[in-house]
């Protein structure tokens, strides 16, 4: 199994422009999230879903948007990149709402 | 709502001392609560978890936790820290809701 992938590892956009980081996991969980990384301030939930076709808006979903049609994949939509959006990604899943998350490597994205 | 604050951004140990990073929780009903580390530019992995079975609790890397509902708090402990150690470590309730983390540094 190779547990929750994340592409890209890296990227630079330039301002305004928009991209999607691609998370897949193989495990068959439900529960999937993204997270932002921000040094100091420990991970914030952008969105979350808790299966195919259901989504719903974490601590920080402004200028994201996400999509869950299949069990598997979960991408992050950044529409319009800001220089705030400059961070650490990080994709989550899980099977259920009281077991441990399983994480990504990151996508560290950088807007110039 | 549930919570957690971990106390302490940065910790530093030298080799071989005890490492003690703390985190309270805020919580109304049961809590499931969970360390993680992180180190540097990979993923969150599990290190263990309290899911009310035993109040200590064992995880990866000669780390554990207790439970003390009294304190409403979920300490991370290890009797002799390694070189190793040194990364990120986050306290989480519920599994995805994270403190701000806490840095160990781990001097020789």
């Known amino acids: 199994n190779a547990g929750v992938t994340q592409t890209p590892k890296f990227r630079i956009l330039k301002i305004g422009q928009s991209m999607t980081l691609q998370c897949a996991q193989d495990?068959?969980?439900?529960?999937m999230y993204w997270y932002r990384q921000d040094p100091g301030m420990g991970l914030k939930l952008i969105y979350y879903?808790?299966?195919?076709?259901?989504?719903d808006k974490g601590e920080v979903p402004n200028g994201y948007n996400v999509s869950r049609s299949t069990t598997e994949d979960f991408p992050l939509r950044l529409e319009l990149a800001a220089p705030s959006q400059t961070s650490v990604y990080f994709c989550?899943?899980?099977?259920?709402?009281?077991?441990?998350?399983?994480f990504g490597q990151g996508t560290r994205l950088t807007v110039v | 709502a549930q919570s957690v604050t971990q106390l302490g951004s940065h910790v530093s140990v030298s080799e071989g001392a005890l490492v003690l990073l703390r985190c309270n929780y805020s919580?109304?009903?049961?809590?499931?609560l969970f360390w993680y580390v992180q180190y540097p530019n990979q993923g969150l992995q599990l290190l263990l978890k309290?899911?009310?079975?035993?109040?200590l609790v064992k995880g990866i890397n000669g780390f554990e936790a207790e439970f003390k509902k009294s304190e409403t708090s979920f300490h991370l402990t290890k009797p002799s820290a390694h070189m190793s150690d040194a990364a990120e470590y986050f306290c989480?309730?519920?599994?995805?809701?994270f403190g701000a983390g806490t840095r160990l540094t781990v001097k020789p």
């Open positions: 989550a899943s899980r099977s259920d709402g009281y077991t441990e998350a399983f």
């Open positions: 495990m068959n969980h439900n529960y």
């Open positions: 879903s808790v299966g195919a076709g259901i989504t």
């Open positions: 919580s109304s009903v049961p809590p499931y």
């Open positions: 309290y899911t009310s079975a035993a109040t």
């Open positions: 989480a309730v519920r599994g995805v809701r």
